[in-house]
């Protein structure tokens, strides 16, 4: 519901459906490709923070106001309001992603005060994005509306001890600079140094395992955001529950999609939303390591549609046939200079780029040289799959 002040009031049964406490997740995960481990409030309350980009208000404060039980079974109000800059919008699912790329790079190489210097190559690499100048001025945006949104949270900030905080003016970014075009050094045209220092307090949760998965690798796999945000919302309630349904309404205003007519105009518009969502999540795999199993079925007076979920264990077919690598080079400079010389050496620079930089990240210098040489001399000439038959030399 919400009323004339842009206030939204989420009654307790629709509130953030997440465990209240996070069980301590195994510290290899740090290393893991797939799985990032996030600060646990911003995927507590993700669908609140990181919504569609058609979400109405975007450009406006907007306040979430929601039951809360504390310990001592009192009942209060959580309250958290998103205050985008002068004349710029909030975030979006676009920055969540953002996000969680940061988080990878700075569990991989930062200090322990939340600092991290990294590229936009680098960034946009993490994020599976092609480079070009577009991407890089999209992300400087992002960054920007990391660092200058603030967000006031209301009795609904989960601290160490796992009581509730208010704080008020807060930034997921603490600190933001970067170069722009004019002042790069000459010969780095398109290498844009970038440092960031995340917010005390989430730097204070994810070093003190306060923190709750994603799946990174599914995440990126969507390319529908309504999707993205769902699979979100359910990865998170499906790590406490086996199964889990909303009716279409419902879901709406979960994702705050009510004010956005074309998906809640009527029965046959949400079933074709539903099953768009469906589509991209059926069979991704959670960040568990469990699988998503998602249908659409009528509601039991057939007067509306819902989504149904449940997840399984992974089966053989569900798993990739290989094992997580271990980081072997952290050196960004050695990496970027592997990762050139097998794309000057294999081709298709732009489209496997990506991949180069794993295979520059996860084996010695050694093994790739002896790798490229071996593709040198092996190499036919009507050969169709140069990558394929690249990554084989390992």
Avoid at 3 to 9: A, G, L, P
Avoid at 234 to 249: A, E, G, R
Wanted: include cysteine; charged fraction near 25%; aromatic fraction near 10%.
């Amino acid at each position: 519901m919400q009323n004339n002040n842009n206030t939204i009031v989420l009654p307790e049964e629709e509130g953030p459906d997440v465990p209240e406490t996070q069980e301590e997740l195994p510290l290899d995960l740090y290393t893991s490709p797939e799985v990032v481990r996030g600060e646990l409030n911003l995927k507590r309350f993700s669908n609140i923070l990181f919504p569609h980009f058609r979400t109405k208000d975007l450009d406006k404060p907007r306040t979430f106001s929601f039951p809360y039980r504390l310990p001592d079974g009192q009942e209060t109000v959580q309250k958290i309001t998103i205050k985008p800059a002068a004349g710029e919008r909030a975030y979006t699912t676009y920055t969540q992603r953002i996000y969680y790329a940061l988080v990878i790079l700075w569990f991989e190489r930062g200090t322990p005060e939340g600092k991290l210097t990294f590229s936009l190559r680098e960034l946009s690499r993490r994020m599976n994005l092609s480079w070009s100048g577009v991407v890089a001025a999209r992300l400087i945006r992002e960054l920007s509306c990391l660092k200058e949104t603030n967000i006031s949270w209301l009795s609904a900030f989960e601290i160490l001890d796992g009581s509730r905080e208010s704080m008020r003016l807060f930034n997921i970014l603490s600190d933001l600079n970067y170069e722009t075009l004019e002042e790069r050094d000459t010969g780095k045209r398109f290498v844009t140094s970038c440092y960031i220092q995340f917010h005390p307090k989430v730097v204070g949760n994810l070093l003190a395992n306060k923190v709750a998965p994603v799946n990174f690798t599914a995440l990126l796999s969507i390319n529908s955001s309504i999707a993205e945000m769902f699979y979100m919302r359910i990865d998170s309630v499906l790590s406490m529950k086996p199964f889990f349904q909303w009716t279409s309404q419902a879901l709406i205003r979960e994702l705050q999609l009510a004010g956005v007519p074309e998906y809640s105009r009527n029965a046959a518009t949400r079933r074709r939303l539903l099953q768009k969502i469906v589509r991209e999540v059926d069979g991704k795999p959670l960040s568990t390591g469990e699988i998503i199993h998602a249908s659409v079925e009528a509601t039991a007076d057939e007067g509306d549609w819902k989504i149904v979920c449940s997840k399984s264990k992974p089966t053989e077919r569900d798993v990739p046939d290989r094992k997580n690598l271990p980081i072997v080079n952290r050196d960004t400079d050695l990496i970027d200079y592997l990762a050139q010389e097998i794309a000057g050496t294999v081709g298709y620079a732009e489209e496997n780029a990506p991949l180069y930089q794993k295979l520059a990240r996860h084996y010695p210098r050694d093994l790739v040289h002896r790798a490229l040489a071996e593709f040198r001399a092996e190499r036919p000439r009507d050969l169709k799959n140069p990558g394929g038959f690249f990554i084989d030399k390992f």
